[in-house]
């Protein structure tokens, strides 16, 4: 009886997966390059390159170099679909050497095992290594609704990063220095230009400031403000060459605000001061220390002493198809919170301002060169793109791509852009337009293009950079399944989600006026 139990069950799985195979794939099997309509792809579970747990997401990451172990961690918040509803959110991590490829470290800190205990859930903190005591400490936000105060900050020690201690007894509750116990989270350590360690505490508008010398004992030392009435989340304080920086997420709901951005000076005292006239102090780079998409939220950074890198998450986007998805960005509110874990590298310019660049060992990773077809065409000549619905569509790409170019534009005025998710037969695809703000100034937008397409997408565009002089733009894209990186120059970064790349053609467009590309490479891994 068990035998034909077995052979039935056989059966009907091989009988399954041909109805699946004829289901999904037809008689006959899809010659990828020789067509170029669109295609139904999804994505893989688990990223590679933008790191995402195969299941749940990255929310709040919290990167330290780890001089011990020669190696980048970066601890974040672990999002499931299911969480419970008051224990949720315990640290994990991965670690990595290069900002490109990972490991995963699993569970470093769980939550509090009732929920009664002050970290019944997790927020968002940080870790260091203290070399004289031979100990890591996590600084951590306690959240519990249930507690006199819904937010405290807490701590854990470990003297290997595998074994990791509680300490019960210890505590910063933010009504006992007259600080909101709502909100009163997301610490950052670090040591100032006085020597000591210091902490800052995000609360009700305003940043805690405290110090200790042997990361036990905390004094409070004053408070400044945040950004007028902005909410700002997870900073980041540092010193790199001359300058101190100051890096936090405004968590203001309008789209074009809810950002990463930083302020800069010459003294950690001389940051605070920025805070009291925001306005006054943004940093010189033209874009109010704007450095990435709202697609990118939450970054901190960690150097090894050679590179600093900032780490974040782009949320993933809800919708029960991928044109849902690619214009579902949360523009009249929060967009989703977690998502896949973003690397760049920190640039520092010669007056002192940031940018954010490529992680160089990308270009190293995505090193299998891809052969470049061109799949149609309009107004498009000898790499000359000229007229207003100029494009050159270009074969399908895979699960992830390194795209470089070089654009030259014919005056100061010309607007082009790059569209994914495309075929010959699309009425909806996604682009990517570099856009001149005005003669010296672009910016880059995100439009759902197509005779069906809504055109500008709300909530999803970048910040202002400067024209170049010589007009020619260096492009580098990097994409992981859904997630998608643009550099420009130097001077510009711009994260974004575009689900439905892998397995689709893209194209590089022109909008009236005239561009020239050139140097098009496509490479992969």
């Known amino acids: 009886m068990k035998h034909k139990t077995y052979i039935s069950a056989i059966l009907m799985l091989g009988a399954l997966t041909m109805a699946c195979s004829k289901e999904n794939y037809g008689d006959a099997p899809r010659d990828w390059d020789a067509s170029a309509t669109y295609f139904a792809s999804a994505d893989d579970k688990g990223f590679s390159t933008y790191y995402t747990p195969a299941l749940g997401r990255v929310g709040d990451p919290m990167p330290f170099w780890d001089a011990k172990a020669g190696e980048f961690k970066v601890l974040y918040l672990q999002e499931f679909d299911n969480n419970a509803s008051m224990n949720f959110h315990p640290i994990w991590g991965v670690s990595t050497r290069d900002g490109a490829s990972y490991t995963s470290l699993g569970e470093v800190l769980p939550v509090g095992a009732s929920v009664l205990e002050q970290d019944a859930a997790i927020g968002t903190g940080c870790c260091v290594y203290d070399e004289a005591q031979g100990l890591y400490y996590i600084y951590y936000t306690g959240h519990n609704g249930n507690c006199t105060n819904r937010e405290v900050v807490l701590r854990a020690t470990s003297q290997d990063f595998k074994t990791w201690t509680k300490d ?57 403000n945040m950004v007028w009435d902005r909410m700002c989340e997870c900073p980041d304080v540092f010193k790199m060459g001359d300058w101190w920086y100051f890096i936090y997420s405004e968590g203001y709901r309008a789209p074009w605000s809810r950002k990463v951005k930083y302020m800069m000076a010459s003294s950690w005292e001389g940051l605070k001061n920025c805070f009291a006239d925001p306005g006054a102090h943004w940093p010189q780079d033209g874009h109010e220390g704007v450095l990435d998409s709202r697609a990118f939220y939450a970054g901190k950074t960690a150097s090894d002493g050679t590179n600093r890198y900032m780490w974040g998450w782009s949320p993933f986007r809800s919708g029960t198809t991928v044109f849902d998805k690619n ?86 005025w010309d607007k082009f852009g790059f569209s994914f998710v495309r075929g ?83 194209s590089i467009n022109n909008y009236g006026g005239s561009i020239t590309v050139s140097d098009v490479v496509v490479t992969q891994y």
């Open 168 to 224: 019960l007894l210890w505590a910063l509750n933010g009504p006992d220095f007259g600080y909101s116990g709502v909100d009163f989270r997301d610490p950052q350590v670090f040591k100032a230009d006085d020597g000591m360690w210091h902490m800052v505490i995000s609360s009700n508008l305003r940043f805690a400031d405290f110090k200790s010398a042997d990361l036990k004992n905390w004094e409070h030392v004053g408070s400044f």
């Open 327 to 412: 214009v579902n960005v949360g523009a009249d509110g929060e967009p989703n919170w977690s998502g896949s874990m973003v690397c760049h590298k920190i640039i520092q310019h010669e007056n002192g301002t940031l940018t954010l660049g490529e992680v160089p060992a990308m270009a190293a990773k995505y090193n299998v060169s891809k052969e470049l077809k061109v799949m149609a065409s309009n107004g498009y000549e000898n790499g000359t793109l000229t007229g207003d619905d100029a494009y050159v569509l270009y074969n399908r790409l895979g699960r992830a791509n390194h795209i470089s170019l070089k654009v030259t534009t014919s005056n100061n």
């Open 424 to 506: 010959t037969d699309s009425k909806k695809y996604y682009t990517m337009v570099v856009k001149p703000e005005n003669e010296w100034n672009r910016k880059v937008n995100f439009e759902e293009e197509g005779e069906e397409g809504k055109h500008f997408i709300d909530g999803a565009d970048g910040y202002w950079f400067a024209r170049p002089d010589d007009n020619v733009y260096n492009v580098d894209i990097y994409t992981d399944n859904s997630v998608v990186v643009m550099y420009i120059n130097d001077v510009c970064a711009y994260t974004q989600r575009i689900y439905g790349i892998q397995k689709n053609c893209w």
